[in-house]
């Protein structure tokens, strides 16, 4: 996702600066880490969870906030193979068989947990759920890298948003890059981690990513709480 203001690495966030909201912008890095943990996986990421770097890191970034968060599952035994393997089963590879061989007739089913909010709103349509995630990027000035053709419900997307807006409010003290952040969680991204978790805790042999989920269920959603209190308060 590209944006007016840099997103920070997510191993190097500038935490330390006296004109940064400590709370906001150690969560908006805890997004953009757990944004990371569900694109296909890189070596670097197997590399931090095996060595027990990525919980370090994140325990690191939740003592700055008042978030009751578990971060002691987090890691693998896995190999890299076999980690990426774990991705690409639960959530690339789909079923696929002939219908009619005759006319190559091809029926797909999706992977066993799609990554996109649409396959969660059976209530809405696809162009509804996109369209409108399109005008809350547009409307903060931001959208997905050209390099990336993934349509704007995907999970990465929505997470890396929600970072972006964390980053806002520490950085530009607005309160409404804050309520933004709500908005999202209530109407699309708490609806979709719900819709993976319940997936992917009937899958088996999830290892790292089955904790991710839980993970990222257990954040977003205290994170959510805290804010409605914050706003309600206000």
Do not use: K
């Not at 909201?21 to 997004?31: I, L």
């Not at 774990?86 to 789909?94: A, E, Q, W």
């Not at 369209?131 to 903060?140: E, K, Q, S, T, V």
């Not at 950085?171 to 109407?187: F, H, I, N």
Request: glycine residues 4%.
């Amino acid at each position: 996702m590209t944006t007016d203001v840099p997103a920070p690495e997510p191993d190097d966030p500038p935490l330390d600066r006296e004109d940064l909201e400590p709370d906001a912008a150690a969560r908006g890095t805890v997004y953009a880490l757990l944004a990371s943990a569900f694109e296909h996986p890189s070596e670097s990421l197997h590399t931090a969870l095996a060595e027990d770097d990525l919980r370090e890191h994140l325990d690191d970034l939740l003592a700055r906030t008042p978030l009751d968060v578990a971060t002691e599952t987090v890691g693998t035994d896995d190999d890299y193979n076999t980690f990426c393997a774990r991705y690409n089963d639960l959530f690339v590879i789909g079923y696929s068989e002939y219908e009619d061989r005759t006319d190559g007739t091809l029926s797909t089913d999706e992977p066993p947990v799609p990554l996109y909010e649409s396959a969660y709103r059976p209530e809405a349509s696809w162009t509804d759920v996109n369209l409108d995630l399109a005008r809350a990027y547009d409307y903060y000035g931001v959208r997905p890298a050209s390099s990336n053709r993934e349509h704007h419900d995907y999970l990465v997307l929505q997470l890396e948003f929600a970072g972006y807006l964390a980053r806002r409010e520490a950085v530009e003290d607005d309160p409404d890059a804050a309520r933004a952040r709500l908005d999202l969680l209530d109407r699309h991204l708490r609806i979709l981690v719900e819709g993976v978790v319940e997936r992917i805790d009937n899958e088996p042999n999830t290892g790292a990513y089955g904790r991710f989920a839980r993970l990222l269920d257990e954040f977003t959603a205290t994170d959510r709480e805290e804010l409605l209190e914050q706003l309600e308060g206000e």
